[in-house]
């Protein structure tokens, strides 16, 4: 079992940056693929980004060359840096931890076994 708690969230204006954090409790988070997920008011949840066992990244379209997701094996974390930041990124982000996933990138939320609780980042324009 384990825990997750994201933080980092806020309101930034278009063009900025946030980094969010995503700490594990209860387990070492690098046994399992990390992902980050989002979702906008009226939206489904939709995939940005997830890190391989291998440290092996994938992206959604939407943020590639914008968004990097890497792992801090001793703070136990995964952090997810957002940059060139637009209106439409603004979402609630959530944090996820799966056991084993298909070979798609890990892209599915059904593939994931726990989640965090979300943090909330606004873009304005």
């Known amino acids: 079992q384990v825990q997750l708690v994201e933080s980092g969230g806020g309101l930034v204006q278009a063009g900025g940056s946030l980094r969010l954090s995503c700490t594990a409790s209860?387990?070492?988070?690098?046994?399992?693929?990390a992902g980050w997920f989002r979702q906008a008011p009226g939206k489904e949840r939709e995939f940005v980004a997830a890190i391989m066992w291998s440290g092996r990244t994938y992206f959604a379209d939407s943020v590639k060359g914008r968004f990097i997701i890497f792992r801090d094996k001793v703070k136990n974390t995964v952090y997810l840096q957002m940059n060139s930041l637009k209106p439409e990124d603004t979402a609630v982000y959530y944090c996820a931890a799966a056991e084993s996933c298909s070979g798609s990138g890990c892209s599915e939320p059904n593939e994931y076994d726990y989640w965090g609780q979300g943090t909330q980042v606004t873009v304005s324009s």
């Open positions: 209860g387990s070492t988070f690098s046994s399992y693929v």
